[in-house]
């Protein structure tokens, strides 16, 4: 299933011509509704969240949503707040000792609400999939859904096919939620980490307009864009919003550093273990984007760089992320400068995160006003 999703992925979107175009044409929609708070403090978390989760929206249904549609936000919402649910310690409890599920009684008040709006979201996505069953076209494939449809038509009668109907809706809903939550959250981490240290921003500007001017930013423009990229690599690193990764377990007897890992052991990755490793980083708890810069200013890879983790089961859509954030972060800061609301000094400005299965940031607002080269917005 893995391989489908990713194989099919990359036809509908992820390919990197098809996903650029839908990235640029969101950055629009977002940069739009930025526009309407005329630089008065706001919260960036819905707005950025309906824009990501827009493009894998796009890429599963074959179309995106309006920001005002109150069901995509309401599955957006849901979404996010199951992350947050997620990581909360009475679910942590269960799901490590579901059998003290009744004695937890009215302890389990966050996993009521967290299977409540599961339930509601999958409700959601198999209406959208109903609606494109019923206009599906096999000689013409859509979208991520259909492509899946078409190969379940294909399996029909087939003994063992993992093409059946409950796969489709779980693999959608994971598209969902793992595309959504992460991108929108290091974005908005971004943001936030521009309005607290603005003589980084300016340097981000600055070169932004030295380079691309005022046209939009493409993917290519990464490799002329070393600071920048840096520091988007920084905001990865720092803010380290899957800090325990997702659970995995061993498949076979596995030997790890003269360790006996038992087939069927729970293992939990500690990304921050290698994303603030004291023998990595000069300043691992600091906000440094010269950790990715050579002392002439070019951009350089590091191994403990692992915030989509490692292996086999690695992140799907960490070339979908890579390219979001990049888009994302260029086209908002070329058009906007972020600052801290009136009233806030930059050293006050908390960065203590939410914590749920990933880290958020703060609920804190941010201004806004038009940046070093603000570009006109294209008529979408
Ligand atoms: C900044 C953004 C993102 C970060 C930091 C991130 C990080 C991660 C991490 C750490 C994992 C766990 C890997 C493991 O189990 O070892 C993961 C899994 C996954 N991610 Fe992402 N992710 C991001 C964006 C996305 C996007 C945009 C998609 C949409 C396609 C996506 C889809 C997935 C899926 C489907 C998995 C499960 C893979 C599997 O179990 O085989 N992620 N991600």
Redesign the pocket.
């Known amino acids: 299933m893995?391989r489908f999703?990713l194989s099919t992925?990359r036809d509908f979107g992820m390919g990197k011509r098809g996903c650029e175009e839908k990235i640029i044409q969101e950055v629009h929609h977002l940069a739009e509704v930025f526009e309407k708070f005329e630089g008065e403090p706001f919260n960036t978390a819905q707005p950025v969240n309906y824009a990501v989760s827009n493009i894998?929206s796009s890429i599963v249904y074959g179309s995106r949503f309006e920001y005002t549609d109150p069901v995509f936000q309401k599955m957006v919402d849901r979404s996010n707040e199951n992350i947050r649910l997620a990581g909360s310690a009475e679910i942590q409890l269960f799901n490590l000792f579901p059998r003290l599920g009744r004695c937890l009684g009215q302890w389990l008040g966050n996993r009521a609400l967290l299977m409540k709006n599961s339930h509601s979201n999958i409700e959601e996505m198999k209406g959208l999939v109903k609606r494109l069953q019923e206009s599906l076209n096999p000689q013409q494939c859509r979208c991520f859904v259909d492509c899946f449809l078409i190969r379940q038509q294909e399996e029909a009668g087939q003994k063992g096919s993992h093409f059946h109907q409950n796969n489709l809706i779980m693999t959608v809903a994971?598209?969902f939620a793992?595309?959504t939550d992460?991108?929108g959250t290091?974005l908005r981490w971004g943001l936030l980490l521009m309005a607290k240290y603005p003589h980084i921003q300016d340097r981000v500007q600055e070169e932004m307009s030295r380079v691309i001017g005022d046209r939009q930013p493409r993917t290519e423009d990464r490799r002329s864009l070393p600071y920048t990229n840096a520091v988007i690599h920084e905001i990865?690193r720092l803010a380290d919003?899957?800090p325990l990764?997702?659970p995995?377990v061993t498949s076979r007897d596995v030997t790890f550093q003269g360790f006996l890992i038992k087939k069927g052991t729970a293992v939990i990755?500690l990304?921050a273990s290698v994303l603030q490793d004291e023998s990595e980083w000069k300043n691992p708890y600091s906000f440094n984007p010269d950790h990715f810069l050579d002392e002439e200013g070019h951009f350089i890879k590091r191994d403990a760089f692992l915030?989509?983790?490692?292996?086999r089961?690695?992140?799907?859509?960490?070339s979908?992320?890579r390219m979001?954030?990049f888009l994302f972060f260029t086209s908002l800061l070329q058009r906007f400068r972020f600052s801290v609301p009136t009233g806030v000094s930059e050293t006050e400005l908390d960065l203590t995160p939410i914590v749920g299965a990933t880290l958020t940031p703060p609920p804190s607002t941010v201004c806004h006003k038009p940046g070093v080269n603000p570009t006109p917005l294209l008529s979408a």
């Open positions: 893995r999703a992925l894998i994971n598209l793992a595309g992460t991108t290091t990865q919003i899957l990764s997702l995995h990755p990304l915030p989509f983790s490692a292996g089961r690695a992140c799907l859509g960490e979908l992320a979001e954030l």
